[in-house]
């Protein structure tokens, strides 16, 4: 097994950096210190059946890759995997001169264009998310099948709630019958069980929690008193919102939700500050062949992430600056795809020196 705790034990580690917004260099003093580096199997795990591609901690604030699936990332241009091979050399807490056998001539390429706004477009969604999840709040309790029944009427449907209490009825006392070709759709039956009867319906559920309603066996002669409507689709739409947005605040993060709150402007502000840094780091690469992840304009940076403008206006400033990524991405002289065969090479060579240090 290996773990954060043998990796430092045995000597693994070929780089460990700071990450995340001290790496940026946008932290505020209640930032998190997250670290993330490289390290390397031993040659008899290497070889044995369990391939181990990353090793963190619980809250993902300590992540290291194993060598061939960091240099995997780097070959595919992925953006966390060029910020941590271009940390700042002030943020480097330990790098083994191996790694120099990478080459950042072999990773960089026009590529970058598409990985990193690749990210830009999940970060501006994920701050527009937001608005809905905060100013349409689920309540507690889940909304039941029954809340999604209707009786067809002459005029177009009422709530099988409302009609039920209308006429006095119980969902208990009810009986459903398919009606052949019509989807969600059926014969409503209704028998009260307090009169001396051979028979009985299930009700239209089995019971309050069901997710489906309930079929009964219909004796002959029954007449239908109505036609009712489950609106299948919508009931499964509730269930997952309801899901994704309790799972939300059991997850989230409250500070960041709170600051959200307090600078009412309905995006998560840190989601956004990411995109333009991601947009500028695009550009820089296409047009100066270089990663700086320490980013130079952390003033401007952190106005956008104490929610300063507002979501239409970080949008018109994204919209300018895909433009420029687009313009250098035209002018750029990077290759169109890094050089995967000079990165295997450095991955093997690697592994051979390392085996006989």
């Known amino acids: 097994m290996i773990n954060l705790e043998t990796l430092k034990k045995e000597n693994l580690i070929l780089l460990e950096a700071l990450a995340g917004s001290k790496a940026y260099g946008t932290d505020l003093p209640t930032s998190d210190t997250d670290i993330k580096g490289i390290f390397i199997l031993p040659k008899e795990k290497f070889y044995g059946l369990e391939y181990i591609p990353q090793v963190s901690d619980e809250k993902n604030d300590v992540v290291f890759y194993e060598i061939k699936r960091f240099i995997e990332l780097l070959s595919k241009n992925n953006p966390s995997a060029i910020e941590i091979f271009h940390t700042a050399k002030e943020d480097i807490i330990y790098k083994n001169p191996i790694l120099d056998l990478i080459k950042s001539e072999d990773i960089l390429s026009k590529l970058c264009r598409d990985t990193f706004a690749g990210y830009v477009l999940t970060q501006i969604k994920k701050a527009k998310g937001l608005k809905k999840k905060i100013f349409n709040p689920m309540p ?3 909304k039941k099948v029954l809340d999604f029944c209707y009786i067809l009427t002459d005029n177009g449907s ?3 709630q409302k009609w039920l209490k209308t ?3 119980k969902q208990e006392n009810c009986g459903l019958s398919s009606v052949n070709h019509i989807k969600n759709t059926y014969l409503l039956f209704y028998h009260n069980q307090n009169e001396q009867n051979d028979f009985y319906y299930k009700g239209i559920l089995k019971n309050i929690d069901s997710n489906e ?3 009964s066996s219909i004796p002959k002669g029954e007449n239908p008193i109505a036609y009712l409507y489950f609106n299948k689709e919508g009931y499964a739409a509730h269930c997952k919102e ?5 799972e939300w605040v059991e997850k989230r993060n409250d500070t960041r939700y709170e600051n959200t709150l307090e600078h009412g402007k309905n995006y998560d502000a840190k989601n956004m500050m990411h995109t333009f840094r991601l947009l500028d780091m695009a550009i820089e690469i296409l047009e100066k062949k270089e990663v700086i992840v320490k980013r130079p304009n952390r003033e401007e940076l952190l106005k956008i ?3 300063f403008f507002t979501y239409e206006e970080l949008i018109e400033k994204a919209d300018h600056k895909i433009e420029l990524l687009e ?3 035209q002018n750029s002289t990077l290759p169109e795809f890094p050089n ?3 990165l295997e090479k450095a991955l093997i060579e690697i592994r051979s020196k390392f085996s006989h240090e």
């Open 167 to 169: 006429n006095d009825y």
């Open 140 to 142: 507690k309790e889940r």
């Open 242 to 246: 309801y899901k994704q947005y309790w």
């Open 158 to 160: 009422i709530s099988l």
């Open 327 to 329: 313009k250098a991405y």
């Open 305 to 307: 992430r104490s929610g």
């Open 213 to 215: 309603v309930s079929l």
């Open 340 to 342: 995967v065969e000079n």
